[in-house]
């Protein structure tokens, strides 16, 4: 068995010493190679330097290797409204608008002066760059369940108002537990309530029916908001 000793050793024979230049990850992208998915991790949630190097390896996958979309363990609705500002179709007028969307505990995971000069320099780059270049910011997380019902029913009142009220209709499965996801986990679990889970798969299901007609009534912008709206239905399915 190794001791500690061995295994300091052994890191350190490993490690590359970052000095704050330009070619400090030059060894990192060389093993990325021609990889279709980088998992960029950290040891804790918060730290500037974890954050600020994160966001130098980010910049030269996009620049190098033209990886075209940005996953982060954020809510879906809150991540799209900087997706929205980075290729400038937004009412946001920065990039520290863009991510008031943030607002669910820890909101310093996202809302801080790192993560506001990434966004920033990814505007600025898409400006820059091809249509089928520009890169995208996404959420990964299952925790906006409300916020998601929302999106996608105010979405319907603008394109389909009958709709929205079967929307609305459906999604009252879950008023009585007054936006607390765990409570109507708790009790679905435990028999206490109904599952919601046939009426949301059918808001899913009846969205996706009339995706064609949706996505086309306004060229790409009616085709991003109905992406966007059918993203919001399928998270409060998994959530």
Partial sequence: MASDRDLVAAAGDGAIALKGARGDYDALLDRIGDARFVLLGEASHGTHEFYSDRAAITK??????EFTAVAVEGDWPDAYRVNNFVPGRSA????????????????WMWRNTDVVEF?????????????????GFYGLDLYSLFTSIEAVVAYLDRVDPEAARRARARYACFEHFEQDTQAYGYAAVAGLAESCEDDVVEQLMELRRRAAEYAS??????????????QNA???LHA
């Fill in 60 to 65: 030269r996958l996009i620049e190098e290797k």
């Fill in 92 to 107: 946001d007028r920065s990039a520290d608008e863009a991510l008031g969307g943030f607002k669910r505990f820890p909101t």
């Fill in 119 to 135: 966004v920033d320099w990814l505007r600025g780059r898409n400006a820059r760059a091809g249509a089928s270049t520009q890169a």
């Fill in 217 to 230: 009534r306004d060229g790409r912008v009616a085709e991003e908001e109905y992406f966007f709206a059918e």
């Fill in 234 to 236: 399928r998270l409060a």
